[in-house]
């Protein structure tokens, strides 16, 4: 390299380091009025930094500062972070408005979620989670509403990323469908690993269609299952109608390794359908091991 250009390249580093260090000073600056208590100049310093500066590790840092002041002014000067093309900056942006629990950010946030990827969706499940119900429901109305269009797997997405939190607005949404209306639902509950789904998916356990589907989904759920599954044995051990549902229900406690279930496992090897003591039989073998 000619020393023109080494001295070139020299004085772009200066400026470069110039420019870094006056927008961390800047920055300290209205860490310092935030500290005596002057938000609203801190606010306005940062989100200068915000929006003008060029250097993404300064926007980053005043988004943050801009999260840890808070209050509806620092979600206002959030919003608009959130169409940022800067997707790092975007990210601290949505972080920060879940930090400060900015709940007319609800709809944004989802609707972002439609194109987002990667972290933007992690930051977005997090933020949801923090903003609670405002946007909870919101996300599981337009889930819900979203019928076979494209949304409905973002959406589904988004809500694993939540987590949880969304088990009660996905059971509102369960009553008066059918399994298979509601089987992404159950995948969703599963995956939360709710005790609640267990009640939901023994509703239709008699149904010949997606019997069998509903026994494969309370194995998945594993012990959360076992005293919904027993409690729905002990009704029916005595009703000789219901060979079936013995069957499905004795496999998901064999399936599961329920020691809880040998009980009434024991009493229904002694049951007047072959099918059902051989169900017991055989789950009983894969409780104990012989």
């Not at 470069?16 to 609203?40: E, N, P, Y």
């Not at 300064?58 to 943050?64: D, E, K, L, P, W």
């Not at 998916?201 to 998945?220: F, W």
């Not at 027993?230 to 599961?256: F, H, M, Q, S, W």
Request: with cysteine; glycine share 8%.
């Amino acid at each position: 390299m000619k020393k023109s250009e080494v001295h070139k390249y020299q004085c772009f580093l200066i400026v470069v380091l110039i420019f870094l260090l006056s927008g961390c000073a800047s920055l300290d600056k209205a860490r310092s009025l935030h500290q005596a208590g002057k938000d609203a100049e801190a606010l306005e310093m940062a989100q200068k930094y915000l929006d003008d500066g060029e250097d993404t590790g300064v926007r980053i840092a005043a988004a943050n500062l801009i999260g840890k002041i808070g209050g509806n002014r620092a979600g206002e000067i959030l919003m608009p972070v959130l169409d940022d093309a800067v997707i790092p900056v975007k990210n601290a942006a949505i972080r920060n408005i879940g930090v400060i629990k900015y709940s007319p950010a609800s709809e944004k946030l989802i609707d972002i979620a439609i194109d987002a990827k990667g972290e933007t969706i992690e930051e977005l499940g997090k933020a949801i989670r923090k903003i609670g119900t405002p946007a909870t429901d919101l996300l599981a109305k337009k889930y819900s509403s979203s019928g076979n269009s494209g949304n409905r797997e973002k959406y589904k997405e988004l809500i694993l990323e939540v987590g949880p939190s969304m088990t009660e607005n996905i059971i509102k949404n369960l009553a008066g469908k059918s399994y298979f209306e509601n089987r992404a639902n159950f995948e969703i509950l599963i995956a939360f690993r709710s005790s609640k789904v267990a009640f939901w998916l023994l509703n239709d356990i008699d149904n010949e269609e997606v019997g069998e589907m509903i026994s494969e989904g309370l194995m998945k759920l594993g012990s959360l299952a076992v005293n919904d599954v027993i409690a729905e044995l002990e009704k029916r051990k005595k009703r000789p109608r219901d060979v079936t549902a013995k069957e499905r229900l004795i496999k998901v406690l064999g399936g599961i390794k329920s020691r809880k279930a040998a009980p009434i496992l024991e009493e229904l090897t002694k049951d007047d359908s072959n099918r059902v003591r051989d169900a017991a039989d055989f789950a009983l073998k894969q409780i104990r091991g012989f």
